[in-house]
């Protein structure tokens, strides 16, 4: 099969029915590319649909639904990929939350860690074979400035003995840029990129079925917050820009490349990380 053009991208965007994803999947819609739009509700994905289809006529939208916070979830998702799309040009991986009280999922991971970090591990390495079939294929993977404050704790990964939202939110952050970092090395030598930004504090409904201590921030932070297609902007840039087509393993803000914490560059780190991820998602590469 011929690869895509340059102007004629097929973008997948997990996260999308609201938020920065749905901003993200609007800018690209009026790119003319043809997006994957993945959504955890029907409802919520479906209105996100239409409603960026109004905008955009023209627009090529395809909506898939998957709970990512579920590993079975997500290996489904890829499954129904596969065929329908053998090649995939962008990935932004974008869905994310910040917890409230302690839950774990049904794998028995702590939530954030399932669905910010296990989840794009995942997604990304079974769709491997579809974003190397690209002319030139690109991860972006949604991270946060929160991941400073977060640290990788080998021996209770993703089942804290001591439960903080806050530290469970930077933690899966701080993992994402990790993976970021590792999937850039291991593709070195191919014509994909991978690199993570930090959007900005958006305005939007993220943490919203958080605590009432990060609720009660969020809304009282409200008006300085960026609005949604403002925070959209550096997952557009890195998408579709020719000035990154060959940049690969960087931390993005505001559309610039900036240095992340020190301790996202130890590949040791890194390593062991995503040897203890593929064994979390049962991965086998």
Not at 186 to 211: D, K, M, W
Request: hydrophobic share 40%; net charge positive.
């Amino acid at each position: 099969m011929t690869p895509n053009t340059e102007e004629d991208k097929t973008i997948l965007i997990t996260g999308a029915s609201s938020g920065i994803g749905k901003a993200t999947a609007e800018a690209l819609a009026r790119h003319g590319h043809q997006l994957i739009l993945v959504c955890r509700n029907q409802q919520r994905g479906q209105q996100a649909l239409t409603e960026i289809q109004q905008k955009n006529p023209q627009a090529r939208l395809h909506l898939f639904l998957a709970d990512l916070s579920s590993l079975q979830e997500v290996r489904r998702l890829a499954e129904e990929l596969q065929p329908a799309f053998p090649v995939i040009d962008v990935l932004i991986n974008n869905a994310g939350l910040i917890p409230g009280y302690f839950e774990t999922t049904p794998d028995g991971f702590e939530v954030a860690w399932a669905t910010n970090h296990l989840a794009p591990f995942l997604l990304t390495n079974l769709l491997m074979d579809q974003l190397l079939a690209s002319e030139q294929g690109r991860v972006i993977n949604v991270s946060s400035e929160a991941h400073r404050l977060g640290q990788i704790d080998f021996e209770h990964a993703g089942k804290p003995q001591k439960y903080s939202a806050i530290t469970a939110y930077a933690d899966s952050k701080l993992a994402n840029i990790h993976f970021t970092y590792e999937l850039a090395r291991r593709t070195e030598f191919t014509n994909l990129t991978v690199n993570c930004l930090h959007p900005g504090i958006i305005a939007s409904g993220f943490g919203r079925n958080s605590n009432f201590f990060i609720r009660h921030f969020f809304r009282l932070s409200r008006f300085f917050m960026k609005s949604p297609a403002k925070g959209a902007q550096t997952s557009v840039y890195l998408a579709t820009s020719p000035y990154v087509k060959l940049v690969s393993g960087k931390y993005f803000k505001n559309s610039q490349q900036v240095k992340s914490a020190a301790d996202s560059y130890n590949f040791h780190i890194a390593r062991r990380l995503w040897d203890i991820s593929a064994e979390q998602t049962g991965f086998n590469a």
